[in-house]
């Protein structure tokens, strides 16, 4: 199974080693955000926010949170859209490329998330819900981008 193949590099990926770091949420998902009928928007929830790879937050919000057909199609232009913003605030010397392969390395957190939040939550039926969905998707961006190769 994937968290299997996954789970000998956990240390590795979990401190992004070798990887570039920056703040990040940790938990950049729809739940943890607002928006104004104009599309402007709020992030909420600032429990885990850390340093960490960049990757995390990306890998969540598109990986992990959207519907798979939606991120499917709409991926490409989220992650260009955000690497275009990065370069604007200042970010240098970091291409589309590099951002890509961050997501496909973040994407993981999805595991993480699901197996820690499902040993950690009580059982409820919604609860379950949201782990299974949440894995579902994950598994298949994962599966996707073969962001297993990412980890070797």
Request: negative net charge.
């Amino acid at each position: 199974s994937i968290i299997e193949e996954f789970t000998p590099h956990y240390g590795r990926w979990c401190c992004g080693s070798g990887k570039n770091l920056t703040l990040v949420h940790s938990d950049f998902r729809l739940d943890n955000m607002l928006f104004d009928r104009d599309g402007t928007g709020v992030t909420l929830d600032w429990q885990t926010f850390s340093s960490g790879h960049p990757g995390r937050d990306t890998g969540l919000f598109i990986g992990c949170s959207l519907a798979t057909e939606i991120r499917r199609q709409s991926e490409k232009a989220i992650l260009a859209a955000y690497h275009q913003r990065m370069t604007a605030l200042g970010v240098t010397n970091y291409s589309f490329e590099e951002c890509f392969d961050d997501f496909r390395w973040g994407v993981f957190i999805g595991l993480q998330n699901v197996v820690i939040g499902m040993n950690a939550v009580q059982s409820t039926e919604r609860g379950l819900k949201m782990f299974r969905q949440k894995l579902a998707k994950c598994c298949a961006t994962i599966m996707d981008h073969d962001a297993l190769q990412v980890l070797h």
